[in-house]
C-alpha cells in the first residue's frame, strides 16, 4: 500500500517530533523543539540545536522510503546559510526501527569538521 499525502505528511511530522524530543532529552535542553514551517527561507526541521561553542547546528529530517542523500545533503546546506548555521546534518528514518535515538544522520565531512573544532573550516 502507498503512502498519501496526508499519511506522508503526519510520518514526517511525527518523526520530526520523534527526534526533537530524543534531543531535547539527550542534550538536557528544553530549547530544542520542532520548528514551523517557513516556506523559502526554511532553516531545517527542529529548532535549538547548538553545537558546544554555541553555532547553530540544521536539522533536516525525512522519513521517506527512497533515499536521496545528495539531494537531502543540497537541502540542508540551503537551510544551513539561511539560519546562518555552523553545521546542517540530516535525520533520516531507518524503516523498522522506532527508537529515535537509532535513527540515520548523515552529514558532509565540512560539517563533522566544524562540529568538531567549532567553526566552518575554509572551502578550497
Known amino acids: ?9 503526519a510520518a514526517g511530522t511525527r518523526h520530526e517530533t520523534a ?3 530524543y534531543l531535547a532529552e539527550a542534550l538536557d535542553d528544553d530549547r530544542i523543539e520542532r520548528r514551523a514551517r517557513t516556506g523559502a527561507r ?9 553545537a558546544p561553542g554555541g553555532g547553530r547546528i ?5 522519513n521517506v522510503t527512497r533515499l536521496d542523500l545528495a539531494g537531502w ?3 540542508a546546506e540551503i537551510e544551513r546559510g539561511n539560519d546562518d548555521a555552523l553545521a546542517a546534518v540530516v535525520v533520516h528514518k531507518r524503516h523498522g526501527v522506532s527508537e529515535p535515538g537509532d535513527q ?3 552529514l558532509t565531512l565540512r560539517d563533522l569538521a566544524a562540529l568538531l573544532v567549532g567553526h566552518r573550516p575554509e572551502e578550497s
Not at 500500500?1 to 505528511?9: E, G, L, T, V, W
Not at 526554511?42 to 547548538?50: E, H, K, M, P, Y
Open 58 to 62: 540544521v536539522i533536516e529530517c525525512k
Open 104 to 106: 540515520w544522520v548523515t
Open 19 to 21: 527526534v526533537a524530543r
Open 1 to 9: 500500500m502507498s503512502r498519501s499525502r496526508a499519511s506522508a505528511r
Open 42 to 50: 526554511d532553516r531545517g526541521d527542529i529548532a535549538g540545536v547548538r
Open 73 to 75: 545533503a543540497a537541502e
